[in-house]
C-alpha cells in the first residue's frame, strides 16, 4: 500500500490569497489524482498530475486557478489561487492503488481543509 | 452522464445492529463499483469492489452485491461496531478519471 502525506492538514485562508497543498507519496507513481470535496457534496476530480508534463484538467477547472505542480514521481503540489469563500473545501490527493494501473482503486492522502473567509 | 445516488445521512445504529446503505447509479456500459469508507481523520480508503455484474464484494464483514437489473450496490453489514462509524462513499467508474462519486453517508454507531 502507498502512504500519503498532505501538508496542510487545514488552513484558514482570507480572500484573495493563494495556498499551495502538497502531496508527497512513499513510492514512485506515475499518476497522482488531485480531488476536492465541497461541504456535503461528493469528491469532484480536479485534475491529473504528470511527471514532466503539464497536468490535465477536468471541465470546469484551469490551470490559472488551480496551477499543479509535479517535480517528480512521489511528489506534487496543488495551488488554489485568489481564493473566494467558495473554495473552501476539502482538497484530497490521490494515486492508483496498483503500479502502473489506471483503474478506480486508489488510495488517497488524509486531505487538506481550507476555510476562507 | 454517469452518476451515482446514495441513501442520505446521517445513519445513527446501535452495536449489533443490521447495517444497509443503499447506492443506485446510471451509467453507459458497465463500469466497475466501489464502497470506499473515511474514518475520523483518515483518508478515504477502498473498503470493497465489484467490476461485473452478480459479483460481490466483501471485506470486513460488509458486503455489496453488483446488481445490474436493479442498478444498484447496497453495502450490507450484519452487525455493526462502534469502529465502523465513517463516511461511506459509493463510486463507479472504469478508471481514475471516470470515477464518479456518491454524497456520501455518514454512518454512526452507538454502543
Known amino acids: 500500500s502507498a502512504v500519503i502525506s498532505q501538508k496542510p492538514s487545514r488552513d484558514i485562508c482570507q480572500r484573495g490569497t493563494s495556498l499551495t497543498i502538497q502531496c508527497q507519496v512513499d513510492?514512485?507513481?506515475?499518476?497522482m489524482f488531485w480531488y476536492r470535496q465541497q461541504p456535503g457534496q461528493s469528491l469532484t476530480l480536479i485534475a491529473t498530475?504528470?511527471?514532466?508534463?503539464?497536468?490535465?484538467?477536468e471541465s470546469g477547472f484551469v490551470i490559472d486557478k488551480f496551477p499543479i505542480s509535479r517535480p517528480n514521481l512521489t511528489f506534487s503540489t496543488l495551488t488554489v489561487s485568489n481564493m473566494s469563500p467558495e473554495d473552501s473545501s476539502i482538497y484530497l490527493c490521490?494515486?492508483?492503488?496498483?503500479?502502473?494501473?489506471?483503474?478506480?482503486?486508489?488510495?488517497f492522502g488524509e486531505g487538506s481543509r481550507l476555510t476562507v473567509l | 452522464g454517469d452518476s451515482v445516488t446514495q441513501m442520505e445521512g446521517p445513519v445513527t445504529l446501535s452495536e449489533e445492529a443490521f447495517l444497509t446503505i443503499n447506492c443506485t447509479y446510471t451509467?453507459?456500459?458497465?463500469?466497475?463499483l466501489f464502497w470506499y469508507v473515511q474514518y475520523p481523520g483518515e483518508g478515504l480508503q477502498l473498503l470493497l469492489k465489484?467490476?461485473?455484474?452478480?459479483d460481490k464484494g466483501s471485506n470486513k464483514g460488509f458486503e455489496a452485491t453488483y446488481r445490474k437489473e436493479t442498478t444498484s450496490f447496497h453495502l450490507e453489514k450484519g452487525s455493526v461496531q462502534v469502529s465502523d462509524s465513517a463516511v461511506y462513499f459509493c463510486?463507479?467508474?472504469?478508471?481514475?478519471?471516470?470515477?464518479?462519486f456518491g454524497s456520501g453517508t455518514q454512518l454512526t454507531v452507538l454502543p
Open positions: 463510486a463507479l467508474g472504469g478508471s481514475a478519471r471516470q470515477l464518479t
Open positions: 465489484a467490476t461485473k455484474a452478480d
Open positions: 490521490s494515486v492508483p492503488r496498483g503500479q502502473g494501473t489506471n483503474t478506480g482503486e486508489l488510495f
Open positions: 513510492s514512485q507513481v506515475t499518476m
Open positions: 498530475a504528470n511527471q514532466g508534463s503539464e497536468a490535465t484538467y
Open positions: 451509467a453507459t456500459g458497465y463500469p466497475s
